[in-house]
């Protein structure tokens, strides 16, 4: 009976991650964002973290 649950709750997380995907593509298909917006999200994501990225890589290098 664990296993009957426990499979019923993986199929119901597989769909609403693809009922969020939909929502997302529908999303942005009907009003694409801002290019300004999405600009300014992908600095902040990208350059503003390389100091944590390059700390987490020098610490994995060193312990390796």
């Not at 298909?29 to 600009?39: E, F, Q, T």
């Not at 390389?50 to 610490?59: N, R």
Request: glycine share 6%; no cysteine; hydrophobic share 55%.
């Amino acid at each position: 009976m664990f296993k009957k649950i426990v499979r019923l709750d993986f199929l119901a997380s597989i769909g609403k991650y693809v009922r969020l995907f939909i929502e997302v593509a529908e999303a942005s298909i009907r009003r694409p964002p801002a290019w300004s917006l999405l600009r300014e999200q992908l600095y902040n994501i990208g350059v503003l973290s390389l100091t944590v990225v390059a700390i987490t890589g020098f610490s994995t290098g060193f312990v390796l």
